[in-house]
Each structure stands twice: as C-alpha cells, then as structure tokens.
C-alpha cells in the first residue's frame, strides 16, 4: 500500500492503511490541500517525438511541483484541479465544513477527499453518520465521482447499499463544460438527503424481516462458496472466513439487542467487508477497499439482495 499512497492526512485515529499526517481536528480547505499533499497543479505540455515532432490531439498532464508526468490525454480533456475539488465541497457542504482525510493515489494519478456532511441521522435508534467522498484522476483514467457513503458510527462500518429508490453516487468526464457540470452537480446534496431518507426506511424494512439462524448459515455459504475441487487448504480458508463472518453475527457486541433480523445481518456482513483480514494481502488491497466506498461493495450489494428475496 505504501507504494500507492503518496500523501494524504487522517483526522484522530489511523485510517485504514495506517499511514498520513496525523492530525486532532479535522481541518479547513486551505489546510486540508497542504496536510494532503495536494497543493500542487496540473498543467498541459505538448508531446513530441524523439525527432521533435509534435503529436496532434494529445496533451501530457503534468504536476508543477516536481515536473512528474500524470498522463496523456486528449485536447478535449479538461483538467479539475486539486482546489477546484475541494472549493466545490466548500461550496456544497457550505461553511464550517470539516475534512476528515484527503490524499493522493499512485503517484499524483488519482486524488480524493472525504468531508463529514452537516445532517447527522438516527435511524432506528442507531448514529448514522453521511460522507461525502469527491475523487477525481489525474492520468486521464476515469471520472470525477462523488458519491454519499453512510458509516454506523458505533463500529465504523460503511452502508452503502445499492437502493432502487435512491441513487447515492454521480459521475462527469473531463470534456465540454466541466464548470457547468459542477454546477449542476450541486444536486449532490438533494441526492444526499433523498438517499439517506430512502435508507432510514429500508433499515425499517429489513429490522422487521426476521432471519433463523438455519437461513443465516445457508447466506453465508452462499456468499463465501466452497467448490469440492477445492485443495484441502482452500477449504481450511473458507471455514476460516465463514466462522469469521458467523461471528460478526452472533457474537456482536454492538448487534446483541438489535434482534435476529435482516438489518442484524447486512450489519455483520459489512463489518466483515469493511474490517476483515483478507486471505492474502494484495499491493492495491487497501486502495480497493477504499475505493468500494465509492463504487459498492458487491459483497454487500448481493446480501442485501439476498435478504430482499427472502
């Protein structure tokens, strides 16, 4: 992970790599971009062959503060820079908004922030905290996305769920009129609380749908399968995660009142995604879990249609 990290800061405890600038509070724009790492620009060059000829069409994105190469794009890319980012949250969440950790990816190609959006909910008696995560790509890879991630503040556990009453996500590409687009992107908030209303309902929904614990056991078979062609040690793994993933089911210390339920189990399958130590540890095994904050978890999402369709 740390080849992939390249800055960022955490607000009070060690976030999920383990690295950054700690600091007590969570800071303003201005010091967010400078603990981050992120006060640097992207300027456009011409690209040119060995001979000196220069190539039609294309442009290399280049940070100013060390002259690094982002990436090749073409002339109809147009760059969002760092401040731009963080000056459309300012403007979003309005003032006093607070950042909790921003940084840089693979070297400058990718940067994100997330910032503590200003309604808090209680949802069925539980502390459900709404995030606003804004990434954006520097190498001409993807999109901007900004997406709303509710975290159950009593574990940390990220309930993302993939609603077909609400969206909680939205995404523009860096051509045409990128600042109009921003404008309108200014909905987020609208989406926000539109989502997190439809949440608070399905929360409802699945705290009344009652699970045995025969149907739990049979979920998490399904959701961590185990094929005869297995070797004997691949088996031994898969018992290892599904005894971890029954555990965070019926031994919670934080779910012992909440009931034998569908809610009772989306919350232990999102523990298990968001907090359980994987088999083997890839280099980018971090970074993608931070990145199923914005995307989904699909290990999540087919729980929850499982519980739906029960």
């Not at 840089?104 to 539980?126: C, F, T, V």
């Not at 909680?168 to 109009?180: A, L």
């Not at 298990?272 to 989904?296: C, D, M, S, V």
């Amino acid at each position: 992970m740390a080849a992939n990290v390249e800055t960022m800061f955490y607000v009070r405890e060690t976030p999920w790599h383990g690295l950054g600038t700690r600091v007590l509070e969570a800071p303003s724009s201005q010091e967010a971009l400078r603990l981050a790492g992120l006060d640097w620009n992207v300027i456009q060059e011409p690209i040119y062959t060995k001979e000196n000829e220069r190539i039609p069409g294309y442009k290399a994105n280049v940070r100013d503060s060390d002259r690094k190469t982002l990436g090749v794009v073409t002339d109809r890319y147009k760059v969002i820079q760092n401040t731009e980012a963080f000056a459309f949250t300012d403007a979003l969440l309005g003032e006093g908004v607070r950042y909790e950790t921003a940084g840089s990816l693979q070297d400058g190609k990718r940067i994100w922030l997330l910032a503590h959006m200003p309604h808090e909910y209680i949802i069925g008696g539980e502390h459900i905290s709404p995030y606003l995560v804004f990434t954006n790509t520097h190498d001409g890879s993807g999109a901007v996305r900004v997406a709303v991630t509710p975290v159950r503040v009593v574990c940390s556990n990220t309930l993302n769920l993939a609603l077909a009453q609400a969206k909680r996500s939205w995404s523009m590409i860096h051509t045409g009129n990128v600042q109009g687009k921003l404008e309108e992107a200014k909905e987020t908030l609208l989406m926000a609380r539109e989502y997190m209303d439809e949440l608070g309902k399905e929360f409802e929904n699945l705290r009344k749908k009652e699970l045995s614990d025969k149907k739990v056991l049979d979920f998490i078979e399904i959701l961590i399968p185990k094929d005869e062609n297995f070797t004997p040690q691949q088996k031994k793994n898969v018992q290892r995660l599904r005894d971890d993933m029954k555990l965070r089911y019926f031994e919670a210390p934080d779910l012992k009142d909440v009931g034998r339920n569908a809610y009772r189990f989306i919350n232990a399958v999102s523990d298990f995604a968001t907090h359980a130590e994987p088999l083997r540890k890839t280099q980018n095994y971090k970074e993608n879990l931070f990145g199923r904050t914005i995307e989904g978890n699909p290990l999540i999402d087919r729980a929850y249609q499982m519980v739906c369709a029960a």
